[in-house]
């Protein structure tokens, strides 16, 4: 099967600047694909490029197969949801959704109906005729992606399309935007920062660090396995232990990431399952967060680790701030990582 | 003392605001529309024929001698149509400075314009006004260049064109209006360059995104939205031409202008009344174009 979007080696350089270096990957169509990391890690840009807003230095990027590298935007067919939303100020929200049939020369009275339609989509027809002005965040937002759909695009880019939003509607505009996508079979292609965004909507997830991508997966193998301490860090929080500490803890010096929610504490006294992996520390402080509380010890070979543990554990007696505890993990739960370039 | 002062203030803030705005208000109300108003009551007193003296009383007698000769009704149309070409070539002219200016220009280029730009209004509007009328002249620069560039027969063509024509740049309405031009480009820049300044880069993405050609992204999304500047500019290039004298007594064809009319009556004439309904004209011209702009959504996107 042909992938819907594909680059090749792209590269894109402001002049002294690299934004983006050797990168290559291919999103399969249907597929919910996100683009992550940290700001300046170069997901945006990688998202203009594909749209067609920038040129790349490098490489080539093919929509369907077809090189795209030198077509302006007004002849891709992708479509963008921007940060800003970008709605026409000047036009009605329904003039703005269909400003796609307008500028292909649609007449008013069929693009009026197509727009009622697609605003029917996101449950915005009642709105059709206010100023995008008069319209909240999360209005703007369903305008936005009304708009951008509405001329069937087969791959829709969107540019942080919930940063904007307050936590509740981000959440709510996640599953509503998860449900669009499948029922449109539309592939769509997700900038973000917020790791739990990607991982719990899209199919895979490239990790953007200093323009290159640091890993491609999908979301269970990035938590489960991430290749390296930015990737570990970056999806989700783990623990990151250094070569010289993971010499002294398993004998092997190799540095190894492990989740917070893998990490047993247990008092010195309490037996251990056979095979597990100790280190006795001392307690620092325990953060609570309603449904797991956050356990910071300072083990004895050095480094603060951090387990997360549910309300009820451990049985017994709690240790307080600045007793003995032991930590335990099963080997398996250990994640080895390549040695990536350093973190700064 | 200055503390329960403060204190007082900060409490009552009607008092506060009124405190601050009471002498630009006083200066507004009285110099300004004070004598705007005095301007209008003259224009409604006539003068009389035999004593040349004004009478005191309200009359529209002025203003039927100021439409019913036909010299007055060419002088507004004259002036009329020099303000709507000069406004019109200032904006043609002033779209693609602005553009540059405000979307393409990096930093230290946009400094660079805008000094630029404003640069000519720094000195002398008389030094100008006469620097022109030597660029203008039959043996000038400006001829000269042109003969340079081996142009003189389409200069020459220009110059034999009824109405615009005239022996020499210098003493012909298209001289006058290139003059025009020049002064009140600036003008017509400035709020231009700052209302496609406010006109977000994503907007033109987003037009692009959704399949508008760059033709149809600048008619459907950069000129609705540049509209409020446009406005404006014009109504500085407008009100500027109609309301000047001096450059059309020192440069062009020796027909007569509104401006030169009002200093005139004012001056030589001592016919105050129609000197003042001669000012008029511009203000209910400015008034009817507003009026015509808003009609047509110029002010729509602010």
């Known amino acids: ?344 | 003392m200055m503390r329960v002062l403060s204190a007082k203030l900060y409490g009552r803030r009607g008092f506060y605001l009124a405190l601050l705005l009471l002498p630009p208000l006083l200066w507004l109300g009285i110099v300004y529309l004070g004598s705007l108003l005095a301007l209008l009551l003259q224009s409604l007193y006539a003068i009389d024929e035999f004593t040349a003296r004004i009478v005191p009383e309200l009359t529209l007698a002025t203003y039927r001698q100021l439409l019913s000769h036909p010299a007055n009704v060419d002088i507004i149309l004259r002036t009329l149509g020099m303000a709507v070409a000069v406004t019109l070539a200032a904006a043609v002219i002033a779209f693609p400075v602005a553009n540059y200016m405000a979307r393409h220009a990096g930093p230290a280029m946009k400094g660079f314009f805008y000094v630029g730009v404003m640069m000519p209004m720094w000195t002398s509007y008389l030094v100008k006004v006469y620097a022109w009328r030597l660029v203008l002249a039959k043996q000038g620069i400006l001829s000269w260049f042109v003969d340079q560039l081996g142009l003189t027969p389409a200069l020459e063509g220009a110059l034999a064109a009824p109405v615009v024509g005239g022996p020499s740049l210098a003493s012909s309405y298209l001289g006058m209006f290139i003059v025009f031009v020049y002064m009140w480009l600036p003008f017509m820049i400035l709020p231009l360059a700052a209302a496609l300044e406010r006109v977000p880069d994503s907007l033109l993405q987003a037009s692009a995104d959704l399949g508008a050609r760059p033709g149809q992204t600048f008619r459907n999304v950069v000129l609705p939205l540049a509209l409020p500047g446009l406005a404006a500019g014009s109504v500085f290039t407008f009100s500027l031409t109609l309301g000047d004298y001096i450059i059309p007594s020192v440069v062009g064809a020796p027909g007569y202008f509104i401006g030169m009319m009002v200093y005139q009556q004012q001056g030589t004439a001592g016919n105050i009344p129609l000197a003042a309904a001669f000012s008029v004209v511009p203000i209910v011209l400015i008034g009817l174009y507003l009026a015509l702009a808003k009609r047509l959504g110029a002010f729509d996107a602010l």
């Open chain 1, 1 to 344: 099967m042909t992938a819907a979007i594909e680059l090749r080696g792209v590269g894109r350089r402001f002049g002294s600047v690299t934004a983006l270096e050797q990168v290559s990957l291919a999103v399969a169509p249907g597929e919910f694909f996100a683009l992550l990391g940290p700001s300046g890690s170069g997901k945006t840009t990688c998202l203009r490029l594909i749209a067609g807003f920038d040129r790349p230095t490098q490489g080539s990027v093919l929509l369907d197969g077809e090189d795209v590298t030198a077509t302006p935007p007004f002849e891709r067919n992708v479509n963008t949801v921007f940060q800003d939303y970008a709605l026409f100020p000047h036009m009605s929200v329904a003039d703005n959704v269909a400003y796609g049939l307008k500028v292909r020369g649609v007449p008013a009275t069929a693009r009026r109906r197509s727009a009622l339609e697609v605003l029917g989509l996101v449950q915005l027809e009642e709105l059709a005729d206010r100023r995008p002005g008069q319209l909240s965040g999360g209005q703007k937002q369903r305008v936005a992606l009304a708009r951008a759909l509405i001329n069937r695009p087969k791959v829709l880019l969107l540019d942080e399309p919930l940063g904007a939003l307050d936590l509740r509607l981000r959440e709510e505009m996640q599953t509503e935007l998860k449900t669009l996508q499948h029922r449109l079979g539309i592939t769509f292609v997700y900038v973000t920062h917020d790791q739990g965004e990607a991982l719990s909507m899209a199919d895979r997830i490239a990790v953007f660090r200093e323009g290159r991508i640091e890993q491609l997966d999908a979301p269970r193998v990035l938590y489960v396995r991430p290749r390296t301490a930015f990737v570990a860090r970056f999806v989700g929080s783990a623990n990151v232990v250094e070569a010289h500490v993971a010499a002294r803890l398993t004998g092997e010096a190799r540095p190894f990431a492990i989740r917070p929610e893998l990490i047993e504490v247990l008092v010195p006294a309490q037996p251990v399952r056979a095979g597990a992996i100790t280190c006795e520390g001392r307690l620092e402080d325990v953060q609570y967060h309603g449904a797991a509380s956050r356990w910071h010890v300072r083990i004895d070979a050095g480094p603060v680790l951090t387990a997360a543990r549910p309300e009820s554990e451990p049985a017994g007696q709690m240790p307080a701030a600045g007793d003995r505890v032991l930590l335990a993990w099963s080997p398996e739960s250990a994640v080895p990582l390549v040695e990536g370039p350093p973190i700064p």
